[in-house]
C-alpha cells in the first residue's frame, strides 16, 4: 500500500511562497508517478502537477506553468512543490496522489494523503 503525508502548507501573503513536501512510501511499479491535486471549498478536486520516478518527466496543469515546480528526491521518497507568486485564488486544500503514470486528472491517481491547507491572503 503506497503511503503518502503531505506537509508545508500555512499561511501566506499574496506574492509569497511556499514549499509543499510528500513523504512517500510503499511505491510498486504501479504508483510510479507522484502528483499534487488541489480542492477549494467551492471547486472539485483540481490537477496541479505530476512527476514520474522513473523517467523524472513533468506535467503541469496549464494554470501552474510558470510559478509551480514539481521535483523529487530519490533518497528521501519525497516529492516536493515549489509555489511561488501565490494568488488568493490558490487557496484550497492540497493533496499529494499516486498513480501509475503521469495524468493531468485528477481521479487517475489512486493514492492519496490526507492533504495540507494552503491559504494566501490578500
Known amino acids: 500500500q503506497v503511503q503518502l503525508v503531505e506537509s508545508g502548507g500555512g499561511l501566506v501573503q499574496a506574492g509569497g511562497s511556499l514549499r509543499l513536501s510528500c513523504a512517500s512510501s510503499?511505491?510498486?511499479?504501479?504508483?510510479?508517478?507522484t502528483g499534487w491535486c488541489r480542492q477549494a471549498p467551492w471547486q472539485g478536486r483540481e490537477f496541479v502537477a505530476a512527476?514520474?520516478?522513473?523517467?523524472?518527466?513533468?506535467i503541469y496543469a496549464d494554470s501552474m506553468k510558470g510559478r509551480f515546480t514539481i521535483s523529487s528526491d530519490g533518497a528521501k521518497d519525497t516529492v516536493y512543490l515549489q509555489m511561488n507568486n501565490l494568488k488568493s485564488e490558490d487557496t484550497a486544500v492540497y493533496y499529494c496522489?499516486?498513480?501509475?503514470?503521469?495524468?493531468?486528472?485528477?481521479?487517475?491517481?489512486?493514492?492519496w494523503g490526507q492533504g495540507t491547507q494552503v491559504t494566501v491572503s490578500s
Open positions: 512527476i514520474s520516478w522513473s523517467g523524472g518527466s513533468t
Open positions: 510503499g511505491r510498486t511499479y504501479r504508483s510510479d508517478a
Open positions: 496522489a499516486a498513480g501509475l503514470r503521469n495524468s493531468y486528472s485528477a481521479s487517475s491517481y489512486n493514492y
